[in-house]
Nanobody, 121 residues
Framework: QVQFVESGGGLVQPGESLRLSCSAS????????MAWYRQAPGKQRELVAS????????RSADSVKGRFTISRENARNTVYLRMNALKSEDTAVYYC??????????????WGQGTQVTVSS
């Protein structure tokens, strides 16, 4: 059974940093292109960043380039998202999953609970 468990979210002030973690199971993690997504209230889920299985091909949304860094640790089946210089518009629930550009649409029941990131002064 595919499972993703996200952690590391919280309430921070603008300009601060957070590091999110996602533990994956039920997939061949070392061969999978992974991605972070986010969903803000009233908006559709959007891709934040993705990383290929080697970790040498990374894509990021324009809105987070230069501020967010995706990385992975294949030995731990874990993908990370380092978020610096956070802005109020980064407030959302953050999820990890397979990269849908690479792997196709993922099943609805593959999404985890996500981790809430709130940026507010």
């Amino acid at each position: 059974q595919v499972q993703f468990v996200e952690s590391g979210g919280g309430l921070v002030q603008p300009g601060e940093s957070l590091r999110l973690s996602c533990s994956a199971s039920g997939i061949v993690f070392r061969l999978s292109t992974m991605a972070w997504y986010r969903q803000a209230p009233g908006k559709q889920r959007e891709l934040v960043a993705s990383i290929n299985h080697y970790g040498d091909n990374i894509r990021s949304a324009d809105s987070v380039k230069g501020r967010f860094t995706i990385s992975r640790e294949n030995a731990r089946n874990t993908v990370y998202l380092r978020m610096n210089a956070l802005k109020s518009e980064d407030t959302a629930v953050y999820y990890c999953n397979l990269d849908q550009v690479t792997h196709g649409q993922v099943p609805d029941n593959s999404w985890g609970q996500g981790t809430q990131v709130t940026v507010s002064s």
